[in-house]
């Protein structure tokens, strides 16, 4: 059973406004956005210009006290509050602010969603028994989140429908039990369902005023008046029906974590928690008989970001110092900051992963794959995974589209093999180059020379010609050509060097052929 946390804050524009103006603070406003600290605060509020009005985006508290309120009228609002302080809105700084913080919450949890403009979810299933409980995870993320004068409202349900309905209109920091939904979701009011308003205000204007009394109603009448909108978001907040999420990164119930007493920054010390991390993680692995093909360090520092190293796999595999070494090369360009606190690594890419068999008698005699494993591995990390690939041959007779790139280890395609009759050559140029200078003593014989990248070669051996002409059947009739007919030549030059060549077109008297180089043999 999954269990999310639903974080909000009603009042993160204004926070994240103040943090971003730390000298635009009044002398006598206090300098953060904790809700403590801002009492006796002049009111303030974002304003912004929408449809040639200008209106309130955003209000703290003690303009929320006066009555002022989002969409509210700037001239409306000064007519109530004549010393209402206003800013322009920063909208877009705000959500990169939010970008950021799901970043940060990493260090709580791997899958971490927007709920913009103000709020998020964290899928915190597997994971709360790091903190002790979830109580403890709730309490330490909150505490950490208001000492940054970002004062959240958290609940945790079963469903993202549940936890959202809770922070919101709920008491703050409901923790519900699991199962429990339909109790704790009674006494709110419809729009904790994520109603649009139109549905929720005519909700209540029914006389149903609490959620308990929506779950009484028959379904089918409830879907024809307010709409299967609104009969989803039940089923979604009762956890009759999934919701799926769109986690910043993808969910990794594969993960471990590690804090210190005080901050470090050492390039050494930071190499030796990744190794500690890694073994903690892969005991886990090795468990479960799972093996991985990627991890992730993240390094939680002091100012709230969390920068991170990854490593890929060739094969899955759970060897933590293998793992710590990949990782090191990487760590050193990491910026530790005012000092990291937290470490966490996550594993994607999980599968099952069983010993290997040992030959009967007794010597463990590796694999061609065990082998170039760590090879494969530290090619990827350091030039890039994009860059170690091997050839996997395509159903197709038509040379450049006969080959595609597979992962060095990667199972073998179910397309047919190369023919070994018709031997392709070992680099194949991904646009044939023109050949000058050819001279055939007739139309269908191979050249005797060619001159190529302003060098003359003068053929000694030469194989062919193998024909090779278009795949019509994936053309319309109409298209098809014999000018796209290609006439190839496996050739040998007077040092020993192999080509591969072909003239394109049929012979047309009176024009002079065409000669292409397509690739080389080694």
Not at 201 to 219: D, S
Request: proline share 9%; net charge neutral; aromatic share 8%.
């Amino acid at each position: 059973m999954a269990r999310i946390l639903c974080a909000w804050s009603p009042t993160w524009a204004i926070a994240n406004w103040r943090r971003r103006n730390p000298t635009a603070t009044r002398p006598d406003e206090p300098p953060s956005g904790v809700e403590e600290k801002t009492a006796g605060s002049p009111p303030f509020a974002l304003v912004e210009t929408a449809g040639g009005t200008r209106r309130l985006t955003a209000v703290s508290l003690e303009a929320a006290r006066l009555c002022l309120y989002p969409g509210q009228k700037v001239t409306d609002a000064f007519a109530l509050v004549p010393d209402l302080v206003t800013e322009e809105a920063e909208p877009a700084a705000d959500a990169a602010a939010l970008e950021a913080l799901i970043d940060w919450c990493v260090r709580f949890s791997p899958a971490v969603a927007a709920d913009p403009p103000e709020g998020l979810f964290l899928d915190i299933t597997g994971v709360a028994h790091l903190w002790g409980d979830e109580a403890g995870m709730l309490a330490d993320f909150q505490a950490r989140l208001l000492a940054n004068g970002l004062p959240f409202r958290c609940a945790i349900a079963d469903t993202p429908g549940a936890a959202w309905a809770v922070a919101h209109y709920g008491e703050d920091g409901t923790i519900v039990p699991p199962g429990e939904q339909q109790a704790a979701l009674s006494p709110l009011p419809p729009a904790a369902l994520r109603l649009d308003t139109a549905a929720a205000a005519q909700i209540e204007r029914l006389g149903l005023k609490r959620l308990a009394q929506v779950f009484a109603l028959p379904r089918a009448p409830f879907a024809k008046r307010f709409g299967k909108a609104a009969l989803m978001r039940l089923d979604q907040a009762l956890g009759r029906s999934a919701e799926a999420l769109t986690y910043r990164r993808p969910p990794a119930p594969f993960v471990a974590g590690l804090a210190f007493a005080e901050p470090i920054s050492a390039p050494e010390d930071m190499a030796r928690v990744a190794r500690d991390a890694a073994a903690r993680l892969c005991a886990r692995l090795e468990r479960e008989g799972k093996g991985a093909r990627r991890f992730e360090l993240f390094f939680h520092r002091l100012d709230g970001k969390s920068p991170s190293v990854a490593v890929g796999l060739a094969l899955p595999g759970r060897e933590a110092m293998r793992i710590a070494k990949l990782m090191t090369p990487k760590i050193e360009a990491i910026d530790p900051g005012f000092g990291i606190e937290t470490v966490t690594i996550t594993a994607a890419e999980v599968e099952t992963l069983s010993g290997r068999q040992v030959k009967l008698e007794g010597a463990a005699q590796p694999t061609v794959e065990d082998g170039l494993a760590p090879l494969v591995d530290r090619l990827a990390n350091r030039l890039g995974a994009e860059r170690v690939w091997r050839a996997g041959p395509v159903e197709s007779h038509v040379p450049e589209l006969s080959v595609a790139r597979e992962a060095p280890f990667a199972p073998p395609s179910e397309a047919r093999a190369w023919d070994p009759e018709a031997p392709r050559p070992v680099r194949l140029f991904r646009r044939p180059e023109p050949l000058e200078g050819v001279i055939a003593l007739t139309p269908d014989d191979p050249p005797n020379q060619f001159r190529w990248r302003g060098r003359l070669h003068r053929i000694r051996r030469a194989e062919g010609p193998e024909r090779i002409a278009e795949e019509w059947w994936k053309r319309e009739i109409e298209d098809v050509r014999v000018a796209h007919v290609r006439d190839y030549y496996r050739v040998e030059d007077q040092d020993g060097a192999r080509f591969w060549l072909f003239r394109s077109g049929l012979y047309q008297p009176g024009e002079p052929a065409k000669w292409w180089l397509h690739g080389l043999f080694g």
